[in-house]
């Protein structure tokens, strides 16, 4: 009975998340500082939720700081994005098979 309530709360609560904006902000949003603000909330949101992520997922904290490391200057090359990943979790396991 305590999991189908606390179910129930979490969704009531996901539910006003989403309307509550929709009932309170009825005009378009013309600020400059809200509308940057709230363009970067998704990155914000993906990083918070993928970066620790990447440093759990491999028993050494070593392997992680390299997948990060080469991800991160593919990334600043502009490489496209399944190069990275692919780049990434190809150097990590090569690293925990030939290392450890």
């Known amino acids: 009975m305590y999991n189908v309530i606390v179910v129930i709360i ?14 309170f902000i009825k005009n378009q949003i013309t600020n400059k500082f809200i509308k940057s603000f709230l363009y970067y909330i998704p990155y914000a949101v993906l990083a918070c939720l993928t970066f620790p992520a990447i440093f759990h997922f491999s028993s050494n904290i070593y392997l992680s700081l390299i997948g990060t490391a080469l991800a991160l200057v593919l990334s600043i090359l502009n490489q496209k994005m399944y190069i990275v990943v692919l780049a990434s979790v190809v150097v990590v396991f090569g690293c925990s098979y030939f290392f450890y």
């Open 10 to 23: 979490m969704a009531l609560l996901t539910y006003l998340s989403r309307i509550l904006p929709l009932v």
